[in-house]
């Protein structure tokens, strides 16, 4: 009997959005994971820290995670209350599930995972799921990940029917500091989480 698989899906999710959840159960579907793991970052090293508190942003995620079924949030580099590093994450999610982990990225991601942190041990502890993006060659992908097969035995698998929506966090956020409907851009409890928090009105 095979161990369940557990897709990881990290970023800041400020806030969670329709794209998010597409891609996740994108990647469930294509790759048969048996759960799909949100885990919102305190504050990622590539990037300037994040515009609500890491409550409420796991609080937006809980509120996906109670209505899809398959995906769960997980808010251990919200509690570290530090810059987080994968490899560091995957080591404990590692020993938290009994399961195969799979790591879920774009393409953009990928082509430069290998300069990470102790990019030899993520190896060992996750596979890998691209999610070609625009922009990026499906044969340049397929080589990259060869390449880190040869010095890393990393395992990936390249997803290339991925249609994403039109969604970013940013305008999102553009859209709920003035006021305007977020209507088919977020799940509705979490539209209504917004308003009634009234996060990102004036910034």
Not at 1 to 13: A, Q, V
Not at 66 to 87: C, H
């Amino acid at each position: 009997m095979r161990k369940p698989r557990y897709g990881i899906l990290g970023g800041s999710f400020d806030p969670v959005h329709n794209g998010h959840i597409q891609l996740a159960q994108y990647a469930k579907d294509e790759m048969k994971l048996d759960k799909v793991v949100f885990i919102p970052a305190y504050s990622s090293p590539f990037k300037n820290g994040t515009y609500v508190s890491g409550d409420d942003r796991y609080a937006m995620i809980k509120l996906v995670t109670d209505e899809w079924d398959g995906f769960i949030v997980n808010g251990m580099e919200l509690a570290k209350e530090s810059k987080s590093y994968t490899v560091d994450t995957l080591k404990k999610l590692s020993g938290k599930y009994d399961s195969e982990l799979y790591f879920i990225c774009g393409s953009d991601v990928f082509m430069y995972m290998d300069n990470w942190r102790d990019f030899r041990t993520i190896a060992k502890l996750t596979r890998v799921i691209t999610i070609q993006r625009q922009g990026f060659e499906q044969a340049g992908l397929l080589a990259k990940a060869e390449e880190m097969y040869r010095r890393y035995s990393l395992r990936s698998s390249v997803l290339s029917g991925f249609n994403p929506l039109e969604i970013s966090s940013t305008d999102i956020r553009e859209k709920a500091a003035v006021g305007e409907d977020l209507s088919g851009l977020v799940p509705d409890r979490v539209r209504e989480y917004i308003l009634e928090k009234e996060l990102y009105r004036g910034q």
